[in-house]
């Protein structure tokens, strides 16, 4: 088991996501970013869906109580093993008994922690993501306990990786959404040039900024959205859902992030500057 001796900010247990339920409310939920994700696991010689803990900002304090292996990667944290420097984007041995422990959040907003086989965790309709109220809870929470795989020897293919585009690229790619065709040329310039700093209000459903662009009086039926979508309120104000994010809305949907523009963004907490760019 991983023993959670202290659970920090806002840790979550995170696969892929959970497909196939969108169109009963359920949103996909899943790691933030994908990319950083995948490399961990990738590392680990793990199943692409391996599940990993995703942590916020401030990190938290956990016991191995088997030997196995691990990988850090997506923001970088002050942390250690046995009070002893421990580095993101490699494959390290941890042995019964280990203590991990995070410490001041250095660079970017969402760190992962990956481990050889992913954690073993009840599946919810398919996946193993925490979204309260399709699972019991939505956080890790202290004194729980996590089941993995012992893994006595392992010799990984590759041992560590550069740090991800995710933490250093501020421009968003994005294609245009449904209702890209009634913006006018102010709001496309204000869209494209102009950039957008991240606000208070930002979490696992969406991100709104401080900057707006010119308002409208558009009306439309509520529609499907999904991870990704920009939406536009009339006042100007702009909202990005992300994986926990609703799943239908009633503003219009003008821009549609890539996937990797997802991740990028999930990287970015408050006062954070970030721009768009079609393509």
């Known amino acids: 088991m991983l023993k959670v001796i202290k659970s920090g900010l806002y840790t979550t247990l995170q696969d892929e996501g959970r497909f196939g339920y969108r169109d009963k409310g359920v949103p996909v939920s ?5 990319l950083v994700f995948q490399n961990a696991n990738t590392l680990l010689e793990n199943e692409a869906n391996s599940a990993v803990l995703e942590i916020t900002m401030t990190g938290p304090t956990l016991l191995f109580e088997k030997d196995t292996y691990i990988v850090l990667s997506g923001a970088e944290f002050e942390t250690t093993l046995n009070n002893e420097p421990i580095s993101n984007n490699k494959v390290h041995k941890v042995k019964a008994g280990d203590i991990l422990s995070y410490g001041r959040l250095l660079k970017g907003f969402r760190g992962y922690l990956a481990i050889k086989n992913g954690f073993k965790t009840k599946e919810v309709l398919g996946s193993r993501s925490q979204f309260y109220p399709i699972t019991k809870r939505g956080t890790i929470k202290e004194k729980a306990a996590l089941e993995y795989d012992e893994y006595l020897d392992f010799e990984p293919k590759i041992s560590e990786f550069k740090a991800n585009i995710s933490l250093e690229e501020i421009v968003l790619k994005v294609s ?67 994986k926990d994010g609703q799943t239908t809305g009633g503003y219009p949907r003008i821009l549609q992030l890539k996937d990797t523009a997802i991740s990028i963004l999930a990287q970015k907490k408050f006062g954070d500057k970030i721009s768009f760019k079609l393509g």
């Open 30 to 34: 899943g790691v933030m970013d994908m």
């Open 176 to 242: 245009k959404g449904p209702e890209f065709k009634l913006m006018d040329d102010v709001q496309l310039e204000q869209l494209f040039i102009n950039s957008f700093t991240v606000a208070k209000e930002y979490n696992r459903m969406g991100y709104q900024f401080d900057e707006k662009i010119k308002g409208h009086s558009w009306s439309m039926l509520t529609s499907a959205t999904l991870p990704g979508t920009v939406q536009l309120t009339p006042s100007g104000k702009l909202i990005i859902l992300m």
